[in-house]
């Protein structure tokens, strides 16, 4: 067995071989109390036997010698697959590059490989002593690596073979333990594609994704502890990456009568079984008030109104929550609230559009409004997908100056730009100048997987490799941003004339000349835009490199979709068009999954691949059926992104209560129960402003956008214009503080974990004391306003008082007049004023009623403590509040006789629960 | 028991840990710092127990300020004249009188160079020490030292005043600093969002506030131990309210409560009040503070915005910054780094009538003064023209990497980020010995 030791940067090579265990494939006993013999091919002998003794085998580099280099650690990153080597000796990092590692280990006067003296190659020298060996032991002279080293070596250390892997079988292929006390081997059969079979399993690597349920020993010994549960265990060959599922079930006592579990859904039957294997029964369903909450803030990122609560407690009839489901899917907030989650993919950001038009602000809100109009319609995600990855500035047979006048016109016509069925402005982000950064985040986007490992090495957890990468990336480098400024040759022309008609000087440096077209786009005059154009793929420009001349010459004719076959790029004229169709294809591993997955991870807080961006062969989908029901049906309805959330949204599962049982208590990835999840940024922004407002206000929340942070195209988020005039939460606030604290996306790298949910000591501070907070709670036409001036006799708080003074003197002024408009006979101003004094008087009445009200309120309200209490757990917790909170509640409104501050005191506190600030 | 590293050094193993603890795995960390104050992960013998971090946006031109080639041609050489400083064969630029005073104490780098001329990859390099990377954030300089310095109970670790362009990169929000959004201004209370008690609530209000909350928030009491967010959240709750009812806190942003005479080493304007209050936090016990001074972006008419309005106030500023810490004996504690994104081309462009220079990432000059730091000398040099290093000149991950030595920070050291892939602090720096004491 081999120890390493965690600490890489106190002892970076510091390896310490205990023992090489030579296991016998076939010690295996019954698997658990379900005595399955796992059927192992004995007929195939595995390299720790076949090396055990002398053998007139001779090993393969790619089959063998490489893989063995690999387990022993060489070509860690510690140790030789750092980029810089180790005392001059790198090694490809993970392996696979075969060449590299061939020439690597061959390079001359080096005296690695002595094919006349085999030990005293300097990989059997080295390794075999401790004290040579930075790195320490890795395995001893006369062991079975040794002799395998050593044969490869004195028959000439030849390079690779002609054969390719074709798959790698793993026995057991997998893994159910009711008695975890027995040990279980795995068996490795790498098949290739000579059609020769081998038991590779002591140059396999193997992995547990959780070794607290499932262990493995480095010779393939599966052993579990007392931790039921559900992982896999990894086996990593060449370029296979193959898991195997080790499922631990709970004590069998807690299960009752699991077939009687209900699953009134396709989903539902799919998660129980799951379930019923690991002995989990499901939390009970959640109450009406609950699932209320919980499914208005999932699906439309709004709280439900007090008017909603109250009319959907006291609905009686059976189908109201799919009616509910139903009518949020219909809101303007589902649209806004899933166009976010569309630009966080995407990657909407204002930073990135500079070089895409004019005024970032502007091409930012007309990729969110394109984006909006197709999920407010329910386009099909697919169609939604191709206009963005087929993105195109120019329509067909569109000249220079058409494409101009028809980019003006949207500018000052929203709704034209969302005609379109092509969005160019994902492609001309600035980052995108760099085509590997394009790669990275398609795979991202529209793949849900992370090949940005890809860039630089063999991905560790996946089959691809730099070459896949780079194949991959020829599909990516047929379009590029044309300059305003820089048109293409047969567009000249246009340029300059357009350029003449504005009176535009030649030499107009860049700063102005983009001021002074703006200015004239503004006056609705045609300016050139900037555009994105396809041409032959071709090695493009990076950031602070040139392009060397042998470079500027080529095109790529051919480009390998990823873990798929190589196409002929030069048939198509646009080099996206063939990933396209790759992807619409019902086949298609990637596209239709990634968004299923992430979809679920956003209703249940965990995807069923988690993380849910990636999709990866070490990182299985914890319900594999479950994720293949959706995928499928998903396809098979066109994908229509609405009956998605409608089937998730519908089932038991998504309904059930977060309370557990003693079963379900720690599972936290089968969907068992439900799980409480931090309310994203833009949602907690609205919510708090929402359960300030007023009655009226807070019943528009679902259908005017206007003013909501969910409705904030980019990243930037200050408001301008209508939007800041009418920001719910108050004119003067801008959310981008809030909005960073509580972690919105900033959009700038490829990974869904940009948006965070974490919990932080500056969100806590916000919420119990930030300015803005204290503003938005006690706002002049909220909530709270209202209560207070429910009493009759309640005292005037101090911004009331301020009015009524004012008022009180504009009062005086007018009876002034009156009095000099009388003594000059003026009727017509007489009467005039008289008009204005009577309303001004209606108005202040009621206040100066209240003036000297004493400071204990006699309680004259139709609102009772009680009722406003019940209100302000409405309107924040969305439920009821139960006899003690009503209790300790009413004692603190009549602890005092400042109604205005107890009340504060009071919707301060809900929303600073966590029951506010989770989804549950 | 599998030992095999992955993606670069972290085994799978390892990786799932992390992901057991969940969304909060980073989160739980910051706990554990609130629980323990002295956790800290720091050298102990690192001269620097607290940083000044000061960014100068749009890039300062070196060849007027610190870098002055008196004998170049006149399109080079510009308009101001050097004079000599407390430091014998030191000369800066002749507006900048009071920094010349002040000369033993910073160390001036001359010829740190490179290649990114726009602002915004300029700034997120210099101000990382990280060349930018589209599939990584780095974090700033505050958010590492926020993470690895010790943090006191009741007080932020990091500071940003008004507000910094680094953000905390992939450690997450946790490790984000508190924004003044503001600047002190002499002789005027200043409010500091989060800590002064806002919206007129009162601190016996505030306590009965938060009496009703704790009898309210019960509802997950049942699961509460089985969420790392849930308890994570219980914890936050109390931290924060210690900070907000903490008069060290409040205290640590009333720079009227120096002395008079104190006060009167810095200027009145506004980044002479920053520095005033950088050296106070320091002073208090915040760790880490970032001044953000900006404006230095002169393509045109880049004498005059530097003689009559930017050079005087970064000579006050910094020049009473020095003072300051030298008079409270915490220069020796406090590491401070100025800097821009890039220098200013040494050849005088015609944009505007005298003149102004443009971004120039090939030559530049930075400072660095106080804990563990030499002061007194220049190190490094530009060529005649000042239009490159006249040697091999320095990288700025040089710079950043001895910025982190001087507070025991390992520049090496590496975080994963969430998903799995480990990040050294600098990728690629040498500490520059000579700048050490």
Redesign the interface.
Known sequence: ????M?N??VAPCLFVIATVAVVSVLAMKAIGNKTIQPEYRSDLQSATVRYSKDTDEVPDFQRHVAPLLG?L?CN???CHGSFQGQGGFQLS??GYDFDHDYASLLEDATGRIDVESPDDSLIIAKPTDADMHEGGLRYELGSWEHRLLKRWIESGANPNGEQKLERLELIPDSLELTSPDTPVQLQAIAHWSDGTAEDVTPLT????????IA????TGVITTNNTPGDTHV?AYYDSAVEPVPVLHPYNPATSVARSKAPAPTEIDKLVVAKLDRLNIRQSELSDDATFLRRVTLDITGTLPSPKAVKEFLSDESNDKRARKIDELLDTPAYAAWWTTFFCDLTGNNE?QLKNAGYGPAKLSQQWYDWIYERVENNTPYDELAAGIILGRSREEGESYVEFCNRMKDSYHNDAAFGADDSMPYYWMRR?FQ?V??RT?SFAHAFMGI?I??A?CHKH??DQWTQNDFQEFSRFFSGVSITRARNVAREDRMQLMKIMKDLGIQKDT?NGQLIRELTKHLKNDKTVPFPELKTHPPKPLKK??EKLSRKDRKKTFTQGTLLGDETVDISEYADARQPVMDWLRSPENPYFAKALVNRVWAKYFGVGIV??AD?LNQ?NPPSNAPLLDHLTQSFIESGYDFKQLHREIVNSRTYQLS???NDSN??D?RNFSHA????LPAEVIYDAIAQSASNDTDNDAFLTSINGRAIAIPGTESRRRGKQARNAKNGKKQDPT?AL??F?KS?R????D?ER????????????????D???V??RKDGWIADVNNSYSDAPLNPQQKKRLIAAERRLAKLQKNKRQFTRNGDEDGVNRTTRGINTLKQRIEPFQARKNAPRKPNRKSPLSAEEIVSQAYIRTLSRYPDES?LE??VE?LE?GDDQF?LTG??L???V????F??N? | MSAHKQCDGMTRRDLIKVGMLGSAGLTMSGLDRLASADNGNVSPSAAAKSAIFIELPGGPSHIDTFDLKPDAAAEFRGAFNPIKTNVAGIEICEHLPKLAKQADKFAIIRGVSHTLGAHPLGQEFIFTGNRPNPSVKYPGFGSVAAKELPAEVDLPTYVAVPRTQSGAGHLGVNYAPLITNDVPRKGKPFNVRGITLAGGVQLDQFHSRQKLLNDLDDRFASIQENSDLLSGLDQFSQKAFDIITSKRAREAFDVNRESKAFQNLFGDDKFSQSCLLATRLVDSGVKFVTLTFGGWDTHQENFSKLKDNLLPQLDAGLAGLFAGLAQKGLLESTAVYVTGEFGRTPKINDKSNPGGRDHYPRCMFMLMAGGGIKGGQVIGESDDKAGGPRHEGFKPEDVAATFYHTLGIDHRKEYDTSIGRPISIVRDGNIIRDLLI
């Open positions: 067995m081999i120890i390493q965690r890489s940067r387990r650690g860690a990153r510690a990092l993970f690597r193997f992995e547990s994704n959780n070794p607290q262990d493995v020993t480095e990894v930073t980052e760099d590997d950064a990275i992370r940005q490992c860039q560790p957890f440096p950031q602070g988690e993380p990636d070490a977060w309370e557990t208590i720690a936290a799980l409480p999840r931090r503080f960073s604290v972690g900033e700038k790298t490829s990974c974990c965070s949910s974490d919990p932080t000591l500056i969100q806590t501070v916000y919420l119990k004391n930030d300015r907070m204290h503003q709670l006690r909170e300790r509640c603190h602890s501050e005191d009071l301060w506190a809900l600073n629960t966590k029951e600030i989770v549950h």
